[in-house]
């Protein structure tokens, strides 16, 4: 029997970090997942840990190596912990680093309200040749209220869905993306594309989304997006509607240079 592949590591490490300046802080607060691949069969095969480290301390260096100013970025934080495995560990060959970012709103320079529900990502896959950088946002919800409509579509026996040349379009957004680039820029074309296109189906404007991005962000070779369709269906009473979550219908598509 051969091993073909293995990893461990651990994952939901909750961390958050206050960043004092003269006169406002800035407050960092992530969930990180750390995957160690390496030379591990013998702790699967006979129960040998002298290669493995222990899964807490890898929370433990989570909260150390927090007080680097790299925490101000997931990127940068994930390829510090990336970095800091590979130089200590010889057996490692790849780490992987998933960090999901909370967003908080700044009322003051020391005060901070709830932010959104979506979460900031940021990925790392790290050997000792090579290093790759994804970014994206999970939970991303934006709807309109016009500008969306969904006609001329296949129809079967099954088919009951009338045709719409103007109805509400919402979507709890995710996106990834190959490269390093600006993290509000590109939320700001997701967000300036999605509320400007006049669009024919969800597939449409997927699509316009990441042409724009592809557009306007050099950086970026790759984007993958989904997009499930949050419906408001129609009552019988004019601009009254059902606010629907499931089921709903999934979109998705990977928009390369």
């Known amino acids: 029997m051969n091993i073909v592949e293995n990893r461990y ?59 680097d100013p790299a925490v101000e970025q997931p990127e940068s934080f994930a390829k510090l912990l990336a970095s800091h495995f590979l130089s200590r560990l010889s057996h490692v060959s790849c780490v992987k680093i998933d960090i999901h970012g909370r967003l908080w709103l700044r009322d003051g320079p020391y005060s901070f309200t709830g932010g959104p529900a979506h979460r900031r990502i940021a990925r790392i896959e790290a050997s000792r040749d090579r290093v790759s950088v994804e970014s994206g946002v999970a939970g991303y919800l934006v709807m309109k209220t016009t500008g969306s409509a969904f006609e001329a579509f296949l129809r079967d026996e099954h088919t009951t869905l009338p045709e719409a040349a103007d109805r509400i379009l919402a979507t709890s957004l995710d996106a990834i993306w190959s490269g390093e680039a600006n993290w509000d820029g590109v939320m700001k074309t997701i967000t300036d594309t999605f509320a400007a296109h006049a669009s024919k189906s969800v597939q449409h404007t997927l699509s316009a989304i990441g042409e724009a991005v592809l557009a306007q962000h050099d950086n970026i070779g790759r984007i993958r997006l989904t997009m499930p369709n949050k419906h408001y269906l129609p009552t019988r009473h004019a601009d009254v509607f059902i606010p629907t979550d499931e089921p709903h219908g999934l979109i998705e598509a990977v928009l390369s240079r």
């Open 9 to 67: 590591g651990k994952s939901q490490v909750r961390v958050a970090r206050i960043v004092r300046g003269k006169d406002r802080h800035d407050f960092h607060e992530m969930t990180v997942a750390i995957a160690l691949e390496g030379d591990f069969d013998s702790s699967y095969r006979d129960g040998d840990n002298s290669l493995v480290l222990p899964t807490d301390t890898r929370k433990n260096t989570v909260y150390a190596l927090a007080k």
